[in-house]
């Protein structure tokens, strides 16, 4: 199994998860355009995907997501509630390229299962996946308010994360966002914040190598330095240390992560 976040921050989200058998998009927040352009980057193309999983239907995960799916007749993974939200957003897509995949279920293709789970946002019906391949497992957990136990429990013990680090708490204090927006930001159906990220990590990780992607940074209320020093601080309060079985690496709005191996 391989991945590469494409991209990821407030301004547009997109994952891509591949097996020898399968290719899977998480997400489209992009145009279809910059999407071309991101997948030639890591040498793929989209025709060769065997679909597209939706997280929820906020903009920045479902930008592209009409045009792309239409452009390479793609199969598009998503729960019932969803679909409702993202009507009128995505235009038509044909019946036979509407697919449910409801919370809390577990959908098989070649040796792939992949497991869906709920999050807290403020979103019709919000959820992320894993992956499981081989005894490996991918987690992408991103637009959560907070990490509950039982999100714990589902996640915990993965090979690779991708993990929300989405705000500094005072850079979105001090800064220049409504009260109303920092509010929502702040609220247990918003974003988790660095340290948030940090102390939810320390308690799915196993002492094994584990890969952390610290993704859906704010572009207002965060930087990547930062978030990897405070992430990195935590951690090391809790008692573990960056690099000696856990690594943490940064994702970008623009440019995909390599592919890799998880």
Not at 10 to 17: H, L, M, P, R, W
Not at 55 to 67: A, F, N, P, Q
């Given at each position: 199994m391989r991945f590469s976040v494409l991209?990821?921050?407030?301004?547009?989200?997109?994952?891509?998860?591949?097996?020898?058998?399968?290719?899977f998009l998480v997400d489209v927040g992009l145009s279809g355009k910059k999407m071309e352009q991101l997948f030639a980057k890591i040498d793929r193309d989209m025709k060769n995907l065997s679909g597209i999983l939706v997280?929820?239907?906020?903009?920045?995960?479902?930008?592209?997501?009409?045009?792309v799916a239409r452009k390479y007749n793609l199969p598009i993974y998503a729960n019932e509630k969803t679909w409702k939200?993202?009507?009128?957003?995505?235009?038509?897509?044909?019946?036979?390229?509407?697919?449910?995949?409801?919370?809390?279920?577990?959908?098989?293709?070649?040796?792939?299962?992949?497991?869906?789970?709920?999050?807290s946002h403020d979103a019709a019906d919000p959820m992320f996946y894993c992956f499981h391949e081989n005894g490996r497992k991918l987690v992408i957990i991103t637009d959560t308010g907070y990490v509950s136990d039982r999100m714990k429990g589902i996640i915990r013990g993965a090979d690779s994360f991708v993990f929300e680090s989405n705000h500094d708490i005072n850079m979105l204090q001090m800064g220049k966002y409504p009260w109303s927006i920092k509010r929502?930001?702040?609220?247990?159906?918003?974003?988790?914040?660095?340290?948030?990220?940090?102390?939810?990590?320390?308690?799915?990780?196993?002492?094994?190598?584990t890969h952390v992607y610290l993704s859906h940074l704010s572009k207002e209320n965060n930087m990547k330095e930062l978030a990897r020093m405070t992430v990195k601080q935590t951690l090391q309060s809790y008692g573990i240390m960056e690099g000696e079985f856990l690594h943490l690496h940064d994702t970008d709005a623009e440019e995909p992560t390599n592919l890799v191996t998880v």
């Open positions: 991209a990821s921050g407030s301004t547009g989200n997109a994952i891509y998860v591949e097996t020898d058998e399968h290719a997280t929820h239907e906020h903009s920045d995960h479902i930008k592209g997501l009409g045009v939200a993202m009507e009128g957003q995505i235009g038509n897509i044909p019946l036979d390229q509407r697919f449910q995949f409801e919370m809390e279920q577990v959908q098989t293709f070649g040796s792939l299962d992949i497991e869906s789970f709920a999050v929502r930001i702040l609220s247990d159906v918003g974003h988790v914040s660095n340290e948030d990220a940090a102390i939810a990590i320390s308690e799915v990780v196993d002492e094994k190598p």
